[in-house]
Structures are given as structure tokens and as C-alpha cells.
């Protein structure tokens, strides 16, 4: 005899997120691309990075994580960093400053759950931070506001030790390499992967297809080009940023190389049916390709995926982009413009069609005003009249030209 519900088994729900454990590197200033690749829908991310900038929680929300376990501050209170806001208002669980544990106490690819600020795996918890939610991020970056001062001031010793390293670059184009695509007196449209780029791209396909302007990749900014079914005829970015399969299809690739010309990765991209040429420089790859479309003598510089705000300006990632950013910008000066006030001042040409149709139109009321003014008849004879002449004289062409 069987008794109601005996060998049956309750199992109860924990609480929180589960998910797949994927570690980044220790002590790494943001998650790298190779690493980014590697996220995929319900991972963990792992990460080591102090403020979480806006561009590495695009990223993140990007490859479908469900939930960030960092091992330093989030937000440390230098500036008001956006990457935190973006992550909690998604929904995903931030878990945060946990401590260097993360890479001794997680292994890769096991599965871990976050809840109340601590990390289990199963029902042990085996680390504990600060679970991060939209108040705990509003204070935060309400108090961190107050850092903007001593980061700006911070960022003008920066500028002048970048400057002093880079004098040569950005005043006398020293070091920009030489490449086959000419950009003299072109329009230059330069694409950087970043959160909205996409839009961008596309809101932009009526200005590009009007001035055919020279397409520049930066990074993921070459993928947005090709989901947007165009090609770049530059790519730039690092070997573990390109895509080989768009960088094949590129008339040029750069890649951004150490002082003595040393580049990172050069044998496997080669392998890969990719030659690229160095571009010797500490600035960003971003900041590269506008002073490579300015070194090349292009006439108006469009920057895409760019955010030119003060907080966008700040929340940069690394803190040697910061000058890099800023200066690249003077160099450019009025050649250079951002997306947003092309859009708003662009108007593409009327087309052809638009323009018969609009006679069409015309003539369509025009006929209709005739025959409620009872001038039928007179119109019915102008149209005959018309029209034997068109006929007579398409007929002497054919004849003069038949012979």
C-alpha cells in the first residue's frame, strides 16, 4: 500500500539569482574584450573594476548577465560614475566590493546565486559585499558628485603628463601611420562602440548615403556598421577588439601599437588573413582614429558612439583617456563634430520619385478644379492637342534616328 506522498520530495526555491560564475582578470582597470566575449544570457559576471563605468555595464547588459559580482567599489565616490545606475535599473543584482576573495573563492563556470548582498554557492555562502539597488545607487552617486572638484583637478596633471608624452602626436602628427584610403577634403565618419551607437548608425544612413563620406570602425563600432549593412573601409582597434571576418573586408587596418612598434596578438591576426599597420600611441583607440581622419587631411570629422557631456567626459573607464579625450578634441577643434548635431541639422535631398509624384499631384488638382469650373471640354482639346504634338515629335526622333 502507497501512501499519499510518501517518495515524493519538496524542494523549495533559495532565494535570489543563480547563475553561471565567469571571472575576469584580477586587478584589471575594466572588462576586456576577450573577456566580454565569453558572457553569454544567465552568466555572472566577475569582475575587478573601481567605478563601473557606463560602457562596461552596456556591455554587460549586452551579453545578457544576469547578475555582477565586483571585487572593488562600484562606485568609489570620485565622480558620479553611470555604470551602476544602468545595471540596477535593468534588474540585474549587483553584488559589490567583495574583496579579492572573488578569484580565490569562485571558480569558473561553477554556479553561484546571489542574494542580500552575499555570494552562495548552493546553500553555503562563501563571500558577503554590498548588494547594490536603485537607492543605495541614487545616494551613492548623490555623494559622489561632491568628487567631481578633486577628479577635475587630478585631470589637469594628467593632461600634462599625456601631453608631454604624446607632444609630437598631437601637434605634428608624429607617428600616424600611412594608408591606402585617401580621406583629403572627405567627409569622415568615425563609429566607436558604445551604449546607442546602434541608433546612431542608423539614424545616420540617410547622411551617409547622401555624401558617401569615409567610413572608419572603431572597436565594436565596426560591428555596428556591418549589422547596419555597411562596410568600413578603416577599421581600428585592438587585436583582441577587431573582428577578423570585418576587418578582412576593410581597404585598411590599425591597430594600436606599444612606443617601439610592438603589437600584441600581430602573428594570430595575420594568421587570420589580416595585415594591419601600427599605430604607436598611449591614446585610446577612439581618439586614434580621429587623429588619423584629421592627419589625413579630412574636411569634416563626424564622431559617432561619442559622449561629449561632462559625465561622459569623466566616466571614461580608464583615467588616462580622460586627457587623451580632451586633447584629441582641441587638436580636431571646428573639424570635428558629434553625431547628435549632424542629425539635427541634416535634411537629405529630395528624391526624384518624391518630385514626379509631387507633379502628379498638382496636375491630378488641377484637372479636378477644371471640370468643377465646367471647362471640361477646353481641357479635354488642350489634352488632345498636347498630346498629338508629343506623339509627332517622338515620332521624328524615331524616324531621324532609324534614318
Avoid at 373 to 382: D, F, N, Q
Amino acid at each position: 500500500m502507497r501512501w499519499p506522498g510518501r517518495g515524493t520530495r519538496t524542494r523549495s526555491v533559495l532565494p535570489g539569482v543563480s547563475g553561471t560564475a565567469r571571472i575576469g582578470r584580477r586587478g584589471s582597470s575594466g572588462a576586456d574584450a576577450a573577456y566580454l566575449r565569453r558572457l553569454g544570457p544567465g552568466d555572472v559576471a566577475v569582475i575587478d573594476q573601481v567605478d563601473l563605468d557606463r560602457a562596461t555595464a552596456a556591455a554587460l547588459l549586452e551579453a545578457g548577465v544576469v547578475g555582477v559580482v565586483n571585487a572593488a567599489p562600484s562606485i568609489s565616490g570620485r565622480y558620479p560614475n553611470l555604470g551602476p545606475e544602468i545595471l540596477v535599473e535593468a534588474g540585474v543584482t549587483l553584488v559589490d566590493d567583495c574583496g579579492a576573495g572573488v578569484f580565490t573563492d569562485l571558480v569558473d563556470g561553477a554556479i553561484v546565486r546571489l542574494h542580500d548582498g552575499a555570494v552562495h554557492i548552493g546553500d553555503r555562502e562563501v563571500l558577503r559585499g554590498f548588494g547594490q539597488d536603485r537607492a543605495s545607487v541614487a545616494d551613492l552617486l548623490e555623494e559622489a558628485r561632491g568628487g567631481m572638484a578633486a577628479q577635475l583637478e587630478a585631470f589637469s596633471a594628467n593632461t600634462s603628463e599625456f601631453l608631454g608624452r604624446e607632444r609630437a602626436l598631437l601637434v605634428d602628427g608624429v607617428g600616424v601611420p600611412a594608408i591606402s584610403t585617401s580621406m583629403r577634403d572627405k567627409q569622415v565618419v568615425v563609429v566607436a562602440g558604445g551604449p546607442g551607437t546602434a541608433e546612431e548608425v542608423r539614424a545616420l544612413t540617410g547622411f551617409i548615403r547622401e555624401y558617401k563620406p569615409v567610413l572608419i570602425g572603431v572597436g565594436d563600432g565596426a560591428d555596428a556598421l556591418r549589422d547596419a549593412g555597411l562596410t568600413p573601409t578603416v577599421v581600428l582597434g585592438t587585436v583582441a577588439e577587431l573582428d577578423p571576418a570585418v576587418a578582412r573586408k576593410a581597404r585598411d587596418v590599425v591597430v594600436p601599437a606599444d612606443p617601439d612598434g610592438f603589437i600584441a596578438g600581430l602573428a594570430r591576426m595575420q594568421d587570420l588573413g589580416v595585415d594591419p599597420v601600427a599605430f604607436p600611441s598611449s591614446a585610446n583607440p577612439e581618439d586614434l582614429a580621429l587623429l588619423l581622419a584629421h592627419a589625413h587631411g579630412a574636411a569634416l570629422v563626424v564622431a559617432v558612439g561619442f559622449d561629449a557631456s561632462l559625465g561622459g567626459f569623466l566616466d571614461r573607464g580608464r583615467s588616462g583617456s580622460i586627457p587623451s579625450t580632451f586633447l584629441t578634441r582641441l587638436r580636431l577643434g571646428p573639424t570635428l563634430v558629434d553625431a547628435p548635431a549632424v542629425l539635427a541639422l541634416h535634411r537629405s535631398r529630395v528624391s526624384i520619385l518624391t518630385l514626379v509624384m509631387l507633379v502628379v499631384a498638382v496636375l491630378a488638382a488641377a484637372v479636378v478644379a477644371a471640370l468643377a469650373l465646367g471647362a471640361g471640354p477646353s481641357l479635354v482639346l488642350l489634352l488632345q492637342t498636347g498630346g498629338r504634338a508629343v506623339l509627332d515629335w517622338g515620332t521624328a526622333v524615331v524616324r531621324s534616328v532609324v534614318g
